[in-house]
């Protein structure tokens, strides 16, 4: 091989590498599309220009055979007058235009099942763009997705390389330091303040309001015993001589209020014990 034909060679290999690295299938996709969209439209074209040509046909052999008849009836018109040989002529004009009319008529056969191929042609032509833009726009689709993924392999690559969610973790580390620097500044600003011995009883209230909470709930649900009934308070006697602080601040009033309270007392105790006698 000579150097000009393995440089031509080197050339047109650089180019198709070219033009297939610039290739790009969405857009190639939709050009052919449109070119085969426009081969319909000329198809559609030839298609029409065929079905004029058949009707011409039909008309033209339609004519012939009018022509035909026409001739027929002159000629039956001059054997009524006498004249044989203006009949023959015009028998031999008639033979004429038949002969002419199933010409035009085979061409007319012709053309129409020419016709009728071209039409079948058409549609399984429109049937085929029709698919292949369906299929386009699958294409496009699975193009497009298989960049996304491209892409995001790539971004996470990336990520991976910068070490990105390592700086997430060393920063997540300061932030817990910075935190327990002020835990431990608060902790030892109450030691300092008192206020430890405050929070303990804090804590220790809420506990104990809980834990009653927690107790009452049982109780209502059933699953721990009742509350056990106070007992009453036995009245204070009063003994001479050795009155209690509690007892000189009563007055005469208040003590009146209490005898009345106990005899009524006794008094339902009394009734209470006689009913259950009987």
Do not use: C
């Amino acid at each position: 091989m000579g150097i000009f034909a393995r440089l031509a060679s080197l050339i047109k290999a650089n180019l198709n590498d070219l033009i297939s690295r610039s290739e790009d299938p969405e857009k190639m996709l939709n050009q052919v599309v449109i070119d085969m969209a426009n081969q319909l439209i000329e198809a559609k074209k030839q298609v029409a220009v065929s079905i004029a040509d058949e009707k011409r046909l039909a008309k033209q052999a339609e004519q012939e055979a009018a022509n035909a008849a026409e001739w027929e009836r002159r000629a039956m018109l001059a054997i009524k007058a006498g004249d044989d040989a203006l009949a023959k002529e015009a028998l031999n004009r008639k033979k004429e235009h038949d002969a002419l009319a199933q010409t035009l008529k085979d061409q007319w056969q012709k053309q129409k099942n020419a016709v009728d191929q071209l039409k079948t042609a058409l549609r399984m032509l429109n049937a085929k763009i029709e698919e292949a833009k369906r299929k386009k726009n699958v294409l496009i689709a699975r193009k497009k997705r298989a960049e996304a993924q491209r892409a995001i392999q790539e971004t996470m690559s990336g990520m991976n390389n910068a070490s990105a969610f390592e700086t997430f973790d060393r920063m997540s580390q300061k932030i817990d330091q910075i935190e327990a620097e002020a835990e431990a500044s608060s902790e030892i600003a109450e030691q300092y303040t008192g206020d430890v011995l405050a929070d303990k009883f804090g804590q220790l209230e809420a506990s104990a309001g809980a834990d009653d909470e927690l107790l009452a709930l049982k109780r209502k649900m059933g699953v721990a015993p009742p509350e056990a009934p106070k007992a009453e308070a036995a009245p204070q006697v009063r003994v001479a001589g050795t009155p209690t602080p509690a007892a000189q601040q009563v007055t005469q009033a208040e003590q009146d209020e209490l005898a009345a309270a106990l005899a009524e007392l006794e008094a339902q105790e009394q009734q209470e014990q006689a009913r259950m006698k009987r």
